[in-house]
Structures are given as C-alpha cells and as structure tokens.
Nanobody
Framework: QVQLVESGGGLVQTGGALRLSCAAS????????MAWYRQAPGKERQLVAA???????YCADSVKGRFTISRDNAKNTLYLQMNSLKPEDTAMYYC??????????????????WGQGTQVTVSS
C-alpha cells in the first residue's frame, strides 16, 4: 500500500511560482516512475509531468519550459516546480504512483495510487 500526500498549492498571481511536494510512503518509491496530473473544473484530467526511476522526465507541451519535475529518493518525495504561472494552470494537482513496479515513463490510471490533491489557483 502506498500513501501520497501533496502540499504546496495555493493562490498566486499570474507570473508567480509555486513548488508542489508529494510525500510518498512505501518501499518502491525509488524504483518507480512518478507523475503529476491536474484537473480543472469541467475538464478532463491531464498529465502534467512524469519522471522515471532513472530521472528521465516528460512535460506536457502546455507547461514545457515553465514546470520542472524532480524527485528526492532519500526523502521519498516528488516535486513540481511551477514558474511563470498562468490562469489556465488553475486546477487540482495530483501526485500518482504506480501499483506494482514500473520504472519507466508511463501513463497512469485510476487503478494506481493517487494523492488527495492540492489546489493551485492563479489569478489574472
């Protein structure tokens, strides 16, 4: 069983920055890929960024150059540094970990482990 606890969300003005953190329990953090998703009201859930166990990363085109995903395996923590925030970045942000062992960049589904989410609101 894996528990994920996100933090770091909040209200910020356009152009501002936030750093999200996701503290993970469980033994497989360092050998698994991890990801951040987001969902805005009335919209589908969207993959924002992912990181493999080896540190390879993926960022969605909409956040490329502004967001950076990273991980600290010693702390079992996943991060999302968000710079140059825009109103369209407003959403609930979720951390996700795979069920089982999946070290490479991958998609995640409802059957994987999800955190409770942290709200990011960007005012114009």
């Amino acid at each position: 069983q894996v528990q994920l606890v996100e933090s770091g969300g909040g209200l910020v003005q356009t152009g501002g920055a936030l750093r999200l953190s996701c503290a993970a329990s469980g033994r497989n953090f360092s050998i698994n890929a991890m990801a951040w998703y987001r969902q805005a009201p009335g919209k589908e859930r969207q993959l924002v960024a992912a990181i493999s166990s080896g540190g390879g990363t993926y960022c969605a085109d909409s956040v490329k150059g502004r967001f950076t995903i990273s991980r600290d395996n010693a702390k079992n923590t996943l991060y999302l540094q968000m710079n140059s925030l825009k109103p369209e970045d407003t959403a609930m942000y979720y951390c996700v970990a795979p069920k089982g062992v999946r070290p490479e960049l991958t998609w995640f589904s409802d059957t994987d482990y999800w955190g409770q989410g942290t709200q990011v609101t960007v005012s114009s």
